[in-house]
């Protein structure tokens, strides 16, 4: 627990299009939570500590996007927060957008995998483009996965070189090549097709748990399109809003 600068508070771990460089809310639904919040301030209401990640000097919020916004708007110099520092070498540049930081720590991350993995010189890394951070932890997670099945029906162990092979072609290719066929990617404008592989792995497994094995990848692809996805229409409509 810590009292934190406000101006030192720089970003939100995923709620950032929520918000603006000012932290003011962009949308009807989340500019009523912060006037309930404002309220609440006028009204000298003691609120939780809010929760935040330390990178370097500088602040990400990963529970109390509105009060910040509030406590900016209202001139407040800090606030109390548990503060959950991360010991990293990538430098923040608080000068940028929330938008290029991201896109900025998406490369860090690349860098950091391809150092880590050297896999860029066994698998092609066209299809490994994210627009979001902390992805490529998941892709190491779903190797290992991948390693630990295929190590169950084999002597020895099997190397992470081979697994990480094994996983690209018989679980993330036959994927991406779904998502192209039945032509997702549309419906989630400004996504890339390795976002879309990371959220319909869960979403299959869920399908799975629920209705069991049955559940084919072609069912959680389109399943997960319209559950989940934007139609042109909805898309157009959404820009009229902004």
Avoid: C
């Amino acid at each position: 627990m810590q009292v934190v600068p406000i101006e030192k508070i720089i970003g939100s771990e995923g709620r950032y299009r929520d918000f603006n460089a000012a932290f003011l809310p962009k949308k009807e639904h989340t500019r009523k939570r912060w006037e309930s919040i404002d309220k609440a301030h006028l009204q000298d209401i003691i609120l939780p500590p809010i929760k935040l990640y330390k990178v370097g000097e500088y602040f990400f919020v990963r529970d109390g996007n509105h009060r910040v916004s509030v406590a900016r708007m209202q001139g407040v110099f800090a606030i109390d927060a548990e503060v959950t520092e991360l010991k990293t070498k990538y430098k923040l540049d608080a000068g940028k957008s929330q938008e290029e930081l991201a896109a900025q720590l998406i490369v860090y991350e690349l860098q950091r995998f391809i150092d880590q993995t050297h896999l860029d010189q066994i698998i092609p890394m066209d299809y490994l483009e994210f627009s979001d951070a902390g992805r490529f932890d998941e892709i190491l997670q779903h190797i290992e996965g991948h390693k630990y099945y295929l190590n169950q029906n084999i002597e020895g162990e099997m190397n992470f070189s081979d697994a990480a092979l094994s996983w690209y072609y018989n679980v993330f290719l036959p994927i991406i090549e779904q998502i192209s066929n039945d032509g997702v990617i549309s419906r989630f404008p400004g996504r890339t097709k390795a976002d879309l592989y990371i959220w319909i792995v869960k979403y299959w497994d869920e399908l799975k748990g629920t209705y069991g094995e049955k559940v084919t990848l072609r069912d959680a692809t389109r399943d997960f399109s319209l559950a989940r996805g934007k139609s042109l229409w909805q898309q157009f409509l959404a820009l009229l809003k902004h």
